[in-house]
């Protein structure tokens, strides 16, 4: 088993539709980063998390850390939000990160 | 905010050739990079772990004289690919780690954009 599971692995949602990706852990963690991979390969960290929540723009990041869990949203999906959304934990004491395999997401016009 | 430039973003080589690809910090000082691999539809795989001045920490199943790091400056680590071969065409990526005193903190991500080795 993983140590970052994400869920689902895919997705594909209509233009306009909120959309939530999962991403579980099972190691202590001093911070989870949301990451987005376009097609050409190239990696945007979207936030980075030690408790609570962040808003940038349409994206919303929250995280439990008794439940070690986080989740992505996004509000009224566009089709340039389209990528790949990567799970990331730092694991404590370390400044190694676990990636989780990524939630394809597509979004539709 | 912190920018990390690395290149090429795109290799062909025959097999048997060496590459080198270059990760750059662009407005800091990176203490530490990493070096990932990634294959098609799978999740970033860590490689090393690239200290300015000293040598390179290597992940289980790595082999170190294949993959040369070298990380001579502040600014700059290399991966080498040496005597490359069809199974090392993957995407590498690089990410840098800001120094004490750099601002963002220890926990800042910071991607190279990624350089994509085909090994012909």
């Known amino acids: 088993k993983n140590e970052v599971e994400q869920s689902p692995q895919n997705l594909t949602a209509q233009e306009g539709e909120f959309i939530t990706i999962n991403c579980s852990y099972s190691v202590g963690i001093s911070a989870l980063h949301w990451l987005q991979q376009h097609p050409g390969g190239g990696i945007v960290s979207l936030f980075m998390l030690s408790s609570g929540k962040k808003k940038h723009g349409r994206l919303i990041a929250t995280i439990n850390i008794q439940e070690k869990h986080s989740s992505l949203h996004i509000t009224a999906s566009h089709p340039r939000d389209s990528a790949v959304y990567i799970c990331a934990v730092r694991a404590s004491g370390t400044y190694k990160y676990i990636f989780g395999t990524g939630t394809r997401l597509k979004v539709l016009a | 905010g912190a920018v990390v430039s690395q290149h090429p973003s795109w290799v062909i080589c025959k097999s048997g050739t060496s590459v080198k690809i270059e990760c750059r910090s662009l407005d800091f000082q990176a203490t530490t990079m990493f070096w990932y691999r990634q294959f098609p539809k799978q999740s970033l795989m860590l490689m090393a772990t690239s200290n300015e001045g000293s040598k390179a920490t290597y992940e289980q199943g790595v082999e170190k004289d294949k993959f040369l790091i070298n990380h001579a400056s502040l600014t700059l680590s290399t991966l080498t690919v040496t005597s490359a071969h069809p199974e090392d065409s993957s995407f590498y990526i690089c990410?840098?780690?800001?120094?004490?005193?750099?601002?963002?903190?220890?926990?800042?991500?910071?991607f190279g954009a990624g350089s994509r080795l085909t090994v012909l």
């Open positions: 990410s840098a780690r800001p120094g004490r005193g750099q601002g963002s903190g220890a926990n800042v991500l910071t």
